[in-house]
């Protein structure tokens, strides 16, 4: 079993719609938790952490599940910027993992 | 967020040969890493790279094939030694800050072995 797993998609939504990804996390003493954003050919950018009572950043909201070890990522109101592949990312003690990346693509 | 670059930003080597990779941040960091991804395939991590001893190597990697030196808490090299394309991939570094330990990365360095 992979330590960090992922839905690869792809997924291919209309603007203005509403897109969820989940992640999954095998090591229960996680501590830090994280979603990245990789455009193509670019290196991953943080989009923002997870914090264990949810966050929001504007049209993206995060949350976490300890008791089931997973993680969220709730994209509102799609724009076509937001065409990337989203990678989570799972922190022991200095031990990040990372998902293989769930592909979104916003279409017109 | 610390700033970091990594040079070449690509390069085409034959088989046999040796790539070093440099990596540079603007500020002293504690810890750095250096990953691989393939096309379309997440990232591996390679080997963390301690400052004053050796790097600490993931399981399927090791030490002859990819050198790493640390001689500050700026800077790091990795060297992909004795090439063959199956070594065509994006390297990238990355650096761990802030309070909880999120990681940054460089641009990446694109290699294709022929």
């Known amino acids: 079993r992979k330590e960090v797993e992922q839905d690869p998609g792809p997924f291919n939504v209309p603007e203005g719609a509403t897109v969820a990804f989940n992640c999954t996390y095998s090591n229960s003493a996680s501590q830090s938790f994280f979603w990245y954003r990789q455009d193509c050919r670019k290196e991953p950018k943080l989009l923002m952490s997870v914090y264990s009572s949810g966050n929001e950043d504007g049209r993206f909201t995060a949350q976490l599940n300890r008791a089931s070890q997973y993680i969220s990522l709730l994209i509102r109101d799609s724009k076509l910027s937001d065409s990337a592949t989203y990678l989570c990312a799972v922190n022991g003690d200095n031990d990040m993992r990372f998902g293989a990346g769930t592909r979104l693509t916003v279409k017109p | 967020s610390a700033v970091i670059s990594q040079k070449p930003s690509r390069d085409i080597c034959q088989r046999g040969t040796s790539l070093t990779i440099q990596c540079q941040v603007d500020?002293?960091?504690?810890?750095m890493f250096w990953y691989r991804q393939q096309p379309g395939q997440s990232l591996t991590l390679i080997a963390t790279?301690?400052?004053?001893?050796?790097?600490?190597?993931e399981s399927g990697f090791v030490i002859d094939k990819f050198p790493i030196s640390r001689p500050n808490l700026t800077f790091s090299t990795l060297t992909v030694s004795n090439m063959s394309p199956e070594d065509s991939s994006i390297y990238l570094c990355?650096?761990?800050?802030?309070?909880?330990?999120?990681?940054?990365f460089g641009p990446g360095t694109r290699l294709t072995v022929t």
């Open positions: 790279a301690n400052q004053g001893s050796e790097a600490t190597y």
């Open positions: 500020s002293q960091v504690t810890m």
């Open positions: 990355s650096v761990s800050s802030g309070l909880r330990n999120e990681q940054y």
